[in-house]
């Protein structure tokens, strides 16, 4: 049986025909026109998985990449801060050795101790560094200013966390570092004195930190002194504490206290007579009136009573036999343990938490002893003025270590950031590959499609211009 073809089924054959070449065509001038091979995920299915996925991996390098940049500010930004901080403490360790000079005047000092003041004021500034609106040194709480000075005290008001920065999967770096590890990193390492009064560390563990004076305080001086001589003033000028000998030799001329310096004795019309000094080893001071002496041979024991307090308030009475004295200051929870059997003289004995001395306290103890406000000597000032040494280095590498710690993470930055775009540039690279049209071979699809609807539209014509006799045939 013949199946003759219908009008019908003729002009949809050649309809079909004819979209099928044009959507070739189409296609291959879209591909000439975006330079893509895939136009739309049927194109290539897989092909356009491929492409989505390292679109995703480009979106991701590009958001770690702001991050990083981002962080390399806060970086960069911290380190030339505590650059500055760590040149400003220099400074002031050169002040404090210059103060340290015994030929300086009380005048002199004070000068310095007004630049150590000047560059205190500094630091706080700078702990106070802000980048694009936020603290660098406040930890997480980067809103509000991590540092204020109450009085004579630098305040805190940061956290402890430090910032991180996620800039990779599961890869983190911290960008910022409290204020609190790098100004006031505490690292306890027990008491330390002066060693003006005698005064040393008890037994048993303390409470507190920072640095205080411990005032010892001179009540009264008892002994039979014989040979004429007498206490001036019932010893009211006295300084020394605990039990002394006063050995005056008369044949040599001599007096001594204690283990203290040998002095020539006054003589009869010497204008300190009736006032002579003597003193011990610790510089304990007695005063002795050898305007009636009778120039005998004197050893007598001399008693130095007196008191202690950390407050300056509360008093506490010494028997000079305490190892283990306990004292408290209320006011701010320090709780002391001392050692007085070897105490020999009154006065301020400075005192330091070792290891718990933040910058900002170490600075304003050396401006304070500059200043000398308790009239010290040369000598005990100059031995006071050292003990600020040790803390003021202690804080000075662990600011250079926290900046260390940021410049590393500075490079860590970036190197990760160069490997991003080494990476961004791979995946490109990859991208092109599967997305890319290749020009020279799209080119030649087009031009052949196009021949190929030229070709189908003029055979359409041909079959579409029919008469009756080809039906009746």
């Not at 500094?122 to 200013?145: E, M, P, W």
């Amino acid at each position: 049986m013949n199946i003759r073809p219908t009008q019908a089924s003729t002009i949809a054959q050649i309809k079909s025909g004819l979209f099928a070449n044009l959507a070739q065509l189409v296609k291959a001038q879209g591909q000439v026109a975006s330079g893509k091979r895939i136009l739309q995920p049927s194109d290539d299915p897989v092909g356009s998985a491929l492409a989505l996925s390292f679109r995703r991996a480009l979106d991701a390098s590009e958001r770690y990449r702001a991050a990083i940049q981002d962080g390399r500010t806060l970086v960069d930004s911290g380190a030339a801060r505590l650059a500055e901080a760590s040149g400003l403490a220099s400074e002031a360790r050169e002040l404090l050795v210059q103060g340290l000079n015994g030929s300086l005047t009380d005048q002199d000092r004070a000068l310095i101790a007004e630049q150590v003041r000047l560059i205190r004021e500094q630091l706080v500034d700078l702990a106070n560094s802000q980048t694009a609106g936020r603290y660098l040194f406040a930890g997480t709480a980067t809103s509000a200013a991590p540092y204020s000075a109450s009085g004579e005290q630098v305040l805190y008001h940061g956290n402890g966390e430090g910032q991180e920065l996620m800039v990779g999967r599961d890869a983190r770096v911290e960008t910022t570092i409290p204020g609190a590890e790098i100004f006031a990193l505490s690292e306890p390492s027990g008491l330390a004195f002066a060693g003006l009064t005698g005064l040393a560390a008890g037994t048993s563990a303390n409470q507190g930190s920072g640095w205080l004076d411990v005032h010892l305080r001179h009540d009264a001086t008892s002994g039979a002194l014989g040979g004429g001589l007498a206490f001036v003033a019932g010893g009211a000028s006295d300084t020394l504490l605990g039990d002394q000998q006063l050995v005056v030799d008369a044949a040599a001329g001599t007096v001594q206290l204690g283990t203290g310096p040998v002095l020539r004795m006054p003589q009869p019309g010497d204008p300190d007579v009736a006032d002579f000094t003597v003193t011990n080893a610790k510089g304990g001071e007695l005063h002795v009136d050898f305007s009636g002496f009778t120039g005998v041979d004197v050893n007598a024991a001399v008693r130095g009573d007196g008191s202690i307090s950390i407050d300056g308030q509360s008093f506490t009475p010494l028997t000079f036999t305490e190892t283990d004295l306990e004292l408290i200051d209320a006011a701010t929870g320090r709780v002391l343990h001392v050692d007085a059997t070897a105490v020999e003289r009154a006065g301020p004995e400075l005192v330091h938490f070792g290891g718990t001395l933040d910058l900002f306290e170490v600075l304003r103890g050396m401006a304070a002893d500059l200043d000398n406000s308790q009239g010290l000597p040369a000598p005990e000032l100059q031995e006071r003025l050292g003990m600020w040494l040790s803390e003021l280095d202690r804080n000075q590498q662990n600011v250079l270590a926290a900046t260390g710690v940021l410049g590393a993470n500075g490079q860590r930055l970036a190197r990760m950031e160069e490997s991003l775009l080494l990476s961004e540039v791979d995946t490109q690279g990859l991208l092109s590959g599967v997305e890319d049209a290749d020009l020279s071979q799209v080119v030649l699809d087009m031009t052949r499609a196009e021949q190929t609807l030229q070709l189908a539209q003029a055979t359409s014509v041909r079959l579409l211009n029919t008469s009756l006799l080809n039906f009746l045939r």
